[in-house]
């Protein structure tokens, strides 16, 4: 008989909640699912990134299978494979003949063109249905953008909690404040963070562990490594995962959710985004179990607010600003910049401790929460002057999280700036006291982060005066950056001319192209910035 739909299951798509599932019928139809190595070369992936996408991917399509549905599955050792999505669904087109494919809205705007490229090439109706995993569609988040020029979240957020009703009590949030940002800002001080429960570990099923030596077989150069693979490959684990948060650390993340600890990678996260983006985990079960927790009096609600905006606000929001502006959002350098990335970024090998910290735990695990990104690796990016394309494509690549619709906007506009303002009304910005502030990185550092000039000068601290300077008249106009200008200009032209020059030092590579890519890896030798 021939396949009447055939579901097109991505790595990021393992629910069977989805739309792309609506009226299935195992007598006539079935799931494609493929994995290809081109999803783990066009940026050089992580070893736990792949093996994270491939052993969820595997207990899905077991599960699939266990529930009686058809399931054509590619391996990637598969001697058959042909590498990659448009190849192997063209290949599949022709011999089955399927009447139709039924794919939702891929999560890579790159994904989603190969596939209806391939579909109109093999004459095969492809349906896109919207992702309802997520809470916010396209339609509406375009209805929340009409007419305005930047799209803060604050107005989207609130919008959101009214609409699904979470931590309301009536028309009022509870509490009386929509915002509990000033109490969630806390630094552990000297004595270090308190007690962590350390997140619920994984250990690898036969499944996986056939999948970690396959990805260390096959992919034995790229960068991290998989001794310490523990992630929720399955639903059932995603919901462990989250009662073990919900239970252990919510209650101290709200306040500790800007802090970071030497060798603490975790600390009060909740290391669910992984499995949330893959799907395995719905979010609403998560603001649900989240807001249930304080109702009941378990969590304080600045911990409760503080987490529910993350998923509720900050996750549905980035993925509207990707769907609003791709394909050209990818080609954003509003700032012109074009450093090529430093080489340490694939290594960790850099004196300055707090990016040894971030990156070292992200070659180790595939992770490092918000403010490691946003305020250790993103900001020295931004400061630098890194091409906006080389420096998304290392997220991309180091983070078991990473997806592109979550990944691009956070680096491109939160964290470099490189949209110009749609997203953040200012460039976030700090010297090395911000770090000194909100970790113990200095304490085991060679540089000081007091010091703009000199031979301890903390690269930070030398690059935050130079970014003023260099941007100067566009941080002037801004309300939000003046002061920050205004403590410059008490700067004299000595003291300017000497931080110029230490920073020139810091940049000891010729300038690329602000398309290119590729930010050095394979090519370790040269550009590390070491400041001594
Ligand atoms: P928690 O700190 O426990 O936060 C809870 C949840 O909130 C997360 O699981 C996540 O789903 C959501 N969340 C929090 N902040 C954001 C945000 N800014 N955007 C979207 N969702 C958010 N997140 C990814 O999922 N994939 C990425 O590739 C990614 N790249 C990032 C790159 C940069 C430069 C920055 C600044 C942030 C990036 N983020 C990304 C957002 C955030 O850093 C991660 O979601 C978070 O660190 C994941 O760890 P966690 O699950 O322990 O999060
Ligand atoms: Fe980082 Fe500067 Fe602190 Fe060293 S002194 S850890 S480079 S902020």
């Not at 990944?407 to 911000?434: C, H, R, T, W």
Request: proline share 7%; hydrophobic share 40%; net charge positive.
């Amino acid at each position: 008989m021939r396949l009447r739909n055939v579901v097109l299951v991505l790595g990021d798509q393992l629910t069977t909640d989805s739309a792309a599932f609506d009226a299935f019928d195992p007598s006539c139809d079935a799931v494609w699912m493929v994995e290809v190595p081109e999803e783990a070369t066009h940026v050089p992936s992580h070893k736990a990134r792949i093996a994270l996408f491939l052993a969820a991917m595997r207990h899905f399509r077991d599960a699939l299978r266990q529930a009686g549905r058809t399931v054509y599955y590619r391996q990637l050792d598969d001697p058959a494979n042909r590498g990659s999505f448009a190849a192997e669904l063209a290949e599949f087109v022709q011999t089955h003949r399927p009447a139709r494919l039924l794919v939702v809205e891929p999560g890579e705007y790159r994904v989603e063109q190969a596939l209806r490229q391939t579909a109109a090439r093999c004459q095969v109706p492809l349906e896109v249905r919207p992702d309802r995993h997520f809470l916010c569609s396209d339609q509406q988040f375009r209805q929340f953008a009409k007419g305005r020029k930047q799209l803060l979240l604050e107005h989207f957020y609130r919008h959101l909690r009214k609409q699904h009703r979470v931590l309301m009590d009536g028309d009022k949030p509870v509490g009386g404040s929509w915002n509990y940002d000033a109490a969630n800002r806390k630094s552990f001080g000297r004595a270090g963070p308190p007690a962590v429960s350390p997140p619920r570990r994984f250990l690898p099923d036969q499944t996986t562990r056939q999948v970690l030596e396959l990805v260390q077989q096959r992919f034995p150069d790229h960068p991290g490594q998989l001794t310490h693979f523990d992630w929720p490959v399955t639903a059932a684990q995603a919901e462990e995962a989250l009662q073990e948060f919900v239970t252990h650390r919510l209650a101290h993340f709200g306040p500790y959710q800007d802090a970071m600890w030497t060798d603490q990678p975790y600390l009060y996260h909740s290391r669910l985004s992984a499995a949330m983006n893959l799907h395995l985990l719905d979010p609403r079960r998560v603001i649900g179990a989240v807001e249930a927790a304080y109702r009941a009096g378990t969590v304080p609600l600045a911990s409760a607010e503080g987490f529910i905006r993350q998923v509720l606000g900050w996750r549905e929001y980035i993925r509207g600003i990707y769907r609003l502006h791709m394909p050209d959002y990818a080609h954003s350098n509003h700032l012109d910049a074009r450093q090529p990335l430093p080489a340490f970024y694939w290594t960790a090998d850099t004196p300055m401790n707090c990016l040894r910290q971030a990156i070292g735990q992200t070659l180790d695990y595939g992770y490092a929460h918000h403010i490691q990104r946003l305020m250790v690796t993103g900001l020295y990016a931004l400061l630098l002057g890194v091409a906006p394309r080389q420096i998304h494509e290392w997220y991309l690549a180091v983070y078991v999280d990473a997806v592109e619709w979550v990944e691009m906007p956070n680096v491109l506009g939160m964290s470099q700036f490189a949209d110009g303002g749609l997203m953040s009304s200012k460039p976030y910005i700090a010297s090395g006291k911000y770090i000194q502030k909100m970790s113990n990185y200095c304490r085991g550092c060679a540089y000081d982060p007091q010091q703009a000039t000199g031979p301890k000068a903390c690269p930070f601290t030398t690059l935050y005066w130079d970014f003023l300077m260099r941007h100067e008249p566009m941080l002037a106009a801004n309300p939000r950056t003046l002061m920050q200008v205004r403590n410059l200009q008490r700067l004299s032209p000595s003291q300017r001319q000497a931080i110029r020059e230490q920073a020139q030092r810091l940049r000891p590579l010729p300038l690329v192209d602000d398309a290119s890519g590729g930010g050095g890896y394979g090519d370790m030798g040269g550009g590390v910035a070491r400041a001594d």
